[in-house]
């Protein structure tokens, strides 16, 4: 399954362009703009799935850096400072990584 099965492409397009500079990252935006937050909650939970590449259960630190690239293969990294910022709102638990509750409840405050 990829992205374009559950969003958008043309929605990914532009969300992923409206952030190319470096710390331009906002999470709340970017799930706007793709269209994530008015998916159900099973398509979220197929979003996080995607995002968790190593298939863990869930999305560390290193995977939430390349978050963009999932969206589209051609975006950015997230610099550190961003990828940091959107870990901090994600990981309710403190636990260092991010689950699918979790990703769930930070779409869902957007």
Same mark, same amino acid.
């Given at each position: 399954?990829? %992205?374009?099965?559950?969003?958008? @492409? *043309?929605?990914?397009? $532009? @969300?992923? +362009?409206?952030?190319?500079?470096?710390?331009? =990252?906002? &999470? !709340?935006? =970017?799930?706007? %703009?793709? +269209?994530? #937050?008015? !998916?159900?909650?099973?398509?979220? $939970?197929?979003?996080? &799935?995607?995002?968790?590449?190593?298939?863990?259960? =869930?999305?560390?630190? /290193? *995977?939430? +850096?390349?978050?963009?690239?999932?969206?589209?293969?051609?975006?950015?990294?997230?610099? %550190? #400072? *961003?990828?940091?910022?959107?870990? @901090?709102?994600?990981? $309710? /638990? +403190?636990?260092? $990584?991010?689950?699918?509750? *979790? =990703?769930?409840?930070?779409?869902?405050?957007?």
């Amino acid at each position: 399954m990829s %992205m374009t099965d559950l969003l958008n @492409a *043309e929605d990914i397009k $532009k @969300a992923v +362009g409206a952030f190319t500079a470096v710390d331009s =990252f906002d &999470h !709340k935006k =970017f799930f706007q %703009m793709v +269209g994530l #937050k008015k !998916k159900s909650p099973d398509d979220v $939970k197929k979003v996080f &799935h995607i995002l968790d590449k190593d298939k863990s259960g =869930f999305i560390e630190e /290193d *995977e939430l +850096g390349f978050i963009l690239k999932s969206f589209s293969p051609d975006a950015r990294d997230l610099s %550190m #400072k *961003e990828t940091k910022t959107l870990m @901090a709102a994600g990981d $309710k /638990d +403190g636990d260092g $990584k991010i689950g699918v509750d *979790e =990703f769930s409840s930070l779409v869902a405050e957007s």
